[in-house]
């Protein structure tokens, strides 16, 4: 079994900054795709941004330019720095990993973070 531990949400003013914290724990034995999703109140939970192993990175169109995803590997820990922060990223953010638990598994399993709320005031 895989824990993914969240942190680092929190209140800030529309143009502000936050740092989203993401550990992944157990039984790990390589960890392909991490990244952060974003679900706001009565809406379908959304892609933010991901990062590969290998470092490549994608990002919803919205968060271009001010939202930078990183990680570490030997963590198995990911960051998604947020700057410029716009009322309209107020939501929950949840982390999530494709993980191997093991050299025997080809194919990863998705495993979800408890969530940490993101509330931007305008």
Do not use: H
């Not at 531990?5 to 502000?16: K, R």
């Not at 974003?38 to 990175?57: D, F």
């Amino acid at each position: 079994q895989v824990q993914l531990v969240e942190s680092g949400g929190g209140l800030v003013q529309a143009g502000g900054s936050l740092r989203l914290s993401c550990a992944a724990s157990g039984s790990i034995f390589s960890i392909t795709a991490m990244g952060f999703y974003y679900q706001a109140p009565g809406k379908q939970r959304e892609l933010v941004a991901t990062i590969l192993s290998t470092g490549l990175t994608n990002y919803a169109d919205s968060v271009k330019g001010r939202f930078t995803i990183s990680r570490d590997n030997a963590k198995n820990t990911v960051y998604l720095q947020m700057n410029s922060l716009k009322p309209e990223d107020t939501g929950v953010y949840y982390c999530n990993a494709d993980v191997r638990s093991s050299i025997n598994r080809r194919i990863p399993t998705s495993y979800w973070g408890q969530g940490t709320q993101v509330t931007v005031s305008s």
